[in-house]
């Protein structure tokens, strides 16, 4: 887990977090997406953070909502209405921990975490797909290569911007904004290849589509087959 996760820069991460998003097209995509699974549906959530896209898939969705997030800072930030929402559990470690029932979720989301682990993805595709119903399906949402490497440094530029100009709370805060500036410009060399990933879900088994592209982000989408391919 990175350091600004666990750190007192985990507060302006998720105020820096909540202005990014307001603008996020391919998160409204991804809410529109699960609109299709039933009422009492298991969705799980990696790397939930603050809480922010469990608190939107409840308040439209009645669903079972199991966030994974390992950061005590980040969960110290989550709204106390949905830790207590009985439909919500939060299980407070790391991905690669979670002993997870088979074939237990309808669909298992993860928002801007994945592009952190670029060695292990192909691991956690895995887990995903074992942890999904037959006809689940995984959605991710994460940063990608853009086309035109310009785009990119101009769009990572911006954000460090943003973050340069946050306003801070405490002399903790001001210390803690070196360190989450730092952590974006890091961030620039961890973009995903999409056509990598695109492949690590085939070789689980997972059928992916790329369905969503906005600036340096994407949307993937991969479904579990209903019955194991006859060969
Ligand atoms: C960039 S933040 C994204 C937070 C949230 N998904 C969102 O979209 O606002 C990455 C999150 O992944 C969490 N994380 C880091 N390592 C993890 C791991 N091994 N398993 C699960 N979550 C992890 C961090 O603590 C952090 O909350």
Known sequence: MAEIYSSSAAGLYVRLARLLCETDCLT????????????????????????????????????????????????????????????????????????????????????????DYPDDAAAWYGKIRDLLVPGGIFFNLDLALADNPQDTAENMDRIVQIATNLEVNSADEERAKDDLV?????????????????????????????????????????GKPVSPEVR
């Not at 056509?195 to 589509?209: A, D, Y």
């Open 182 to 222: 730092e952590h974006l410009k890091h961030e620039i060399k961890q973009y995903m290849q999409v056509s990598r990933h695109l492949n690590q879900l085939r070789q689980v088994g997972l059928e992916p589509m790329l369905i969503g592209r906005e600036e340096n982000n994407y949307l993937i989408k991969a």
């Open 28 to 115: 409204e995509a991804l809410l529109g997406q699960l609109a299709d699974l039933p009422t009492g549906a298991t969705i799980i959530e990696i790397g939930s953070g603050s809480g922010d896209l469990a608190r939107e898939v409840l308040g439209r969705f009645s669903f079972n909502y199991v966030a994974i997030e390992p950061s005590p800072e980040m969960v110290q930030h989550m709204p106390a209405q949905l830790v207590s929402d009985t439909r919500f559990t939060l299980i407070q470690e790391p991905f690669e921990k979670y002993l997870g029932e088979a074939g237990s979720a309808h669909a298992v989301i993860s928002r801007y975490v994945i592009h």
